[in-house]
């Protein structure tokens, strides 16, 4: 089964700072997808990518997937605290499942 | 709209007890599925329905029942609940397929004693 794996499961920075989180799978992505999760709420949508070599951003979060469909990055530009909170790579196996990686926790602190 | 409205937002079982947790969505999806959450594991399939009638196993379907009576209702039934499923739960939908983005609702956190 098509396993995903993030890291780092944790991140610390000062605001500001930029920061990067990665999403790798065990076997090609027919669709990536990155949701972003506050404490004591449910999943946010954040972006789709389903190309290889496909580059979205919105806002300051900037997502890219490579050329082989196996690894995604979500990157940060002068982060602030609103962008604390649990990011989760989701990817579609090609079946009606969704499946998620187990997370990336990141605080910004002042 | 709400969009996906969960409850109860908290629940206390005793070990063999049975309960229901509620997933409703206003937004006509046909899409729906339910997750749980535990530290370190992620996100976790347990069931899903790609419409009204239709359900089928996730990954942890085991002590977990479902059924889709209606387009805007998927409910998840513990039968037996026991301390592995302390967990938090959360109920998705989207328009018609899993690769969509899905909308949350807020979660269900239950414990089992």
């Known amino acids: 089964s098509q396993e995903l794996e993030q890291s780092p499961q944790s991140l610390i920075v000062q605001e500001g700072k930029n920061l990067t989180i990665n999403c790798t799978s065990s076997?090609?992505?027919?669709?990536l997808y990155w949701y972003k999760q506050k404490y004591g709420e449910g999943l946010i949508f954040l972006m789709m990518?389903?190309?290889?070599?496909e580059e979205k951003s919105h806002e300051k979060i900037t997502a890219k997937l490579d050329e082989k469909k196996q690894q995604s990055s979500l990157h940060i530009t002068a982060s602030q605290p609103s962008h604390a909170g649990i990011y989760l790579c989701?990817?579609?196996?090609?079946?009606?499942?969704?499946?998620f990686g187990t997370g990336t926790r990141l605080q910004v602190f002042p | 709209n709400a969009g996906v409205t969960q409850t109860p937002k908290f629940q206390v079982l005793k070990t063999g007890q049975s309960m229901t947790l509620q997933c409703a969505q206003d937004?006509?999806?046909?899409?729906m599925s339910w997750y749980r959450q535990d530290p370190g594991m992620g996100l976790r399939l347990i069931h899903y329905?790609?419409?009204?009638?239709?359900?089928d196993q996730g990954e942890v379907p085991n002590g977990y029942n479902v059924s889709r009576s209606t387009t805007e209702d998927f409910p998840l039934r513990l039968l037996s609940a026991a301390p592995s499923q302390t967990s938090v739960y959360f109920c998705?939908?989207?328009?018609?397929?899993?690769?969509?983005?899905?909308?949350f609702g807020d979660g269900t956190r239950l414990s089992i004693l």
């Open positions: 998705a939908s989207s328009y018609n397929r899993a690769n969509q983005p899905q909308h």
């Open positions: 076997k090609t992505l027919y669709g």
């Open positions: 990518l389903q190309k290889g070599g």
């Open positions: 989701g990817a579609d196996p090609n079946t009606d499942k969704l499946i």
């Open positions: 937004m006509n999806h046909e899409y």
């Open positions: 329905s790609v419409g009204a009638g239709i359900t």
